[in-house]
């Protein structure tokens, strides 16, 4: 069984389940399957075939869910794009997965002007030869592409097989408890690992009812799931927050959900019980992941004395901690997570070195510093990365750091993440001015905003006389940042 095989499976069986819903309407199963055969057989025919790179770019769509399986369907490989990014952001992740074409929403086209590559609307095509494609696909090859950032500033493609995603889609559908009788609302980006890999498709594969939400706004989450009637969803913690405190808000609003699944950052426990105590018949599960191994964990409400815990393994998946030279520890005793599972990525698309670095014999070393205690559970404490984890978007130091020294004042800089009570952390730099400028903090941050997507930008720019430094002369991100982080519990 492949990705592309999920909608003809479940027209099979449930020909008139409703099987997606957005904003302009509602495919049943049957009609998901011949709307994603039009679209593959369009493909084919205008050249597109196995291992042949495609760009996708839009916000939440049965569009954009047709084309998805329609590349899979073929064989092609589909390179999903932040519908944040910026045009300069695109040009690189597009030339860095070298796509021929793209297909994205109409209002992104203009980010595409200069990229010298076709772009055309995601659409459903309304006719076409809708009899399913005689190509085969390996379950080996290439399934998409997702970026990821890169700790060199540049973002990194993570390569993904159909094989893997179909295991991790079946394998978060039995651990969260998705069945035929949920409505699922997908409220995060299907060009994230979290929309489309931990919600979306383990959705469909357990026969759920999907709904897309374009993009997130707290009270159109209400709304949809209000009038779909929502009995699931995935959420980040920040969108948790927000729809607890938005004015439109009433329990009542959403009364049939029965399940939230939350990761992509740590949530906090005052947060987790407000949210408990507002809607006392949801099940809060937690789930940790990566883009480069899927879901991971699952902690369900059921394990109410391991909340400080991101959950115990899911089916399929081994972990291990070990310290620095890969030893096991024992029980209790921090060190590296690293992650076994059929559900691990090919690896960094054209980076044989950085692949054979993060995964070694089989096992993803995830940067990640946690403890397993006597029952199996995780508990992350740290990550050994710089990466920060801002509202579930995961933002690299370097990226800022790169856009600062496109300043002409900036001398030297180091970004890090600070605590945010909304976001879990927000990106901050301390700033070595050069001889004779003093640039403000404000200036700052608009140099950046101008460089890299906005929700990257410093919150806040100190500007000092000089930055800590190892005996070789490497920057200590880690002494700048325990100053923002002391006193705290978690130090992510």
Known sequence: MLIGDIPRLLAAARPRH?????????LSASALDLAVNRQANRLLAEGVSAGRRIGIC?????????SLFALARIGGVA??????ASASELGVMMRAARVERVLA??????????????????????????RPPATPVDGDAPYCITFTGGTTGQPKGVMVSHRARVFTAFQAALGFGLGESDSTLVATPLFHIAGQHVCFLPALAAGSRTVLLPR?????????AEREEATATFLVPTQIGDFLRHAQFRPERLAKLRCAIFAGAPMAQGLLAEAEAALPWVEFIENYGQSEAGAVTVRRGRHGDKKAAVGRPLMGVELRVVDSHGRSLPTGQAGEVLIRSP???LGYDGDAA???????????????????????????????????????????????????????????CAAFGIPDERLGEVPA???????????SETELIDAVSAAIARHKRPRRIVLVQSLPRTAVGKIQRHVIRAEYWRGRDRQI
């Open 58 to 66: 839009g916000f939440n769509s049965i569009s954009y869910a047709v």
């Open 429 to 439: 730099a301390h700033v070595v001015a050069r001889p004779g400028a003093v640039p």
């Open 216 to 224: 997130w706004d707290a009270g159109a989450f209400l709304d949809l």
């Open 79 to 84: 390179c999903h794009f932040s519908a944040r």
């Open 105 to 130: 929403d109409v209002e992104m086209h203009p980010r595409f002007a200069d990229s010298g590559v076709a772009v055309e609307a995601l659409s459903i095509p309304a006719d076409g030869d809708a």
């Open 343 to 345: 559900g691990l990525m």
């Open 18 to 26: 409703v099987a997606v819903t957005d904003s302009r309407g509602c």
């Open 354 to 412: 950085q692949t054979g670095r993060a995964i070694r014999d089989g096992w993803l070393w995830t940067g990640d510093i946690g403890r397993l205690d006597e029952d199996g559970f995780l508990y992350l404490i740290d990550r050994s990365k710089d990466m920060i984890i801002s509202g579930g978007e995961n933002i690299y130091p370097a990226e800022i750091e790169n856009a600062l020294f496109g300043h002409p004042a900036v001398a030297e």
